[in-house]
């Protein structure tokens, strides 16, 4: 892709991370935007966490942001090792004179905060991708002076960090979730997934891409899944997502289900992954932002079932864009997946709506340039932006 051409000068931009490895959707959201400002024309590092058992930093997940020329840096951010990483940090910072350094994650915004502790950086940009109620102790590390802004992916978020009396209005802004939409599109052939898998064509396949973390609710998603089998024993559910599903894949070979349910682990393939599914949702009960897998699908025109929670019901409407369930309702779930196997043309024509709905609210290029405003508004407001 051809540089951006910016009537300011190119910035040298620092992103952290508390990952340790690009596969949840935080990470997954930082590469993204790192690559989008690369292409744009700037100079983007990115800092990870780097744990005791990690043979190598990224595990090998690193690949996308090195074969876009982005260096990628790890530092001990957990336990007494934090302290060592944020002195090698402080010389970083110290040594390369980033123009903006933003944390995603509020790990990553503690440790970024603490390490340059006595030092004015030109700008700090921090994140809050998820609606749990934000603690005391987090709120004054969110309220701070030295944080210029905070990005949430959800109005219900800004509500959250607004609530907390800490953090000034005029410090939050809102931009949804990036999405490529050059990989996820309706076009994307679903049929190479199936042929892996052995999937007949004419089978239908509902998938859950989530790692397998208690926020996400996989045993209400396998509650209504057991009573969905009672009417369409044909179905086939596809768990893509990395975790222990151990306790899952032995309640169905238990029941003898084994068949219908497919583990797949983590998936780097994601787009061929929705494009083989007729339907995709997401179960989660509690602390979603806005959830990734859930606009993937529907920028790719494919009907959606989500709880009502975080941000979702902000693209979901109800039978319009999607079918929205109560969270920890197994009822729910089984009733919302029967509806669309029962009216398949309706289901169709809500992943159609869905796709005209997101295409613009979450292309990842118009979430870059947004960024991109934002930090150059920030060096502005203090005298540090030049022509």
């Keep these: ?33 790192a690559r989008g400002l690369k292409d ?41 090792q934090k302290y060592g990483g944020m002195l090698r940090f402080r010389r970083l910072l110290s040594a390369r004179r980033f123009d903006v350094v933003h944390a995603h994650r509020f790990r ?22 998820n609606s749990y109620p934000v603690p005391r102790s987090w709120a004054k590390v969110y309220g701070k002076d030295a944080v210029d802004r905070i990005i949430v992916n959800a109005e219900i978020i800004r509500s959250i960090l607004l609530e907390t009396g800490r953090v000034d209005a005029r410090k939050i802004e809102l931009v949804y979730n990036g999405v490529d939409l050059k990989s996820f599109h309706p076009q994307v052939d679903g049929s190479f997934i199936r042929q892996e898998l052995g999937i007949n064509k004419t089978i239908p396949v509902f998938g859950l891409i989530a790692n397998f973390a208690a926020k996400k609710s996989h045993d209400v998603f396998f509650a209504a899944a057991m009573k969905v089998l009672e009417e369409a024993p044909e179905a086939i559910f596809l768990l893509v997502g990395g975790g ?19 583990f797949t682990g983590f998936r780097s393939d994601i787009p061929r992954v929705i494009a083989g599914l007729d339907f995709s949702l997401i179960s989660s009960g509690k ?31 109800e039978r319009d864009t999607g079918l929205l369930v109560s969270p920890g309702s197994p009822e729910q779930l089984t009733g919302a997946m029967l509806y669309l196997l029962r009216n398949r043309a309706e289901a169709l024509a809500m992943g159609q709506r869905a796709y005209a709905l997101v295409k613009d609210k979450v292309d990842n290029d118009q979430r870059t340039q947004r960024m991109e405003k934002i930090y150059y508004a920030i060096l502005k407001e203090k005298g540090l932006a030049t022509d």
């Excluded at 024309?41 to 966490?49: D, L, P, R, Y």
């Excluded at 005791?52 to 876009?68: K, N």
């Excluded at 222990?244 to 497919?262: C, M, P, Q, W």
């Design 1 to 33: 892709m051809t540089a951006y051409s910016s009537p300011m000068k190119p910035l040298n931009i620092l992103h952290v991370a508390s990952h340790n490895v690009i596969q949840a959707g935080g990470a997954i959201q930082m590469m993204r935007l």
């Design 40 to 80: 744009r024309g700037h100079h983007v590092v990115c800092a990870f966490n780097i744990r005791q058992d990690d043979d190598i930093p990224g595990r090998g997940t690193f690949a996308p942001l090195h074969e876009a020329g982005i260096e990628t840096l790890s530092f001990p951010m957990q336990r007494l």
């Design 108 to 129: 990553a915004l503690r440790f970024v905060c603490t390490a340059t502790l006595g030092m004015k950086l030109p700008a700090l940009v921090g994140d809050r991708k």
């Design 244 to 262: 222990d599903h151990s306790r899952y894949e032995a309640l169905v070979k238990d029941r003898g289900l084994d068949t219908n349910f497919i």
């Design 287 to 317: 602390g979603e932002g806005l959830t990734g897998s859930l606009v993937e699908a529907m920028a790719m025109a494919k009907p959606v079932i989500s709880t009502d929670v975080g941000a979702n019901a902000e693209f979901v409407k």
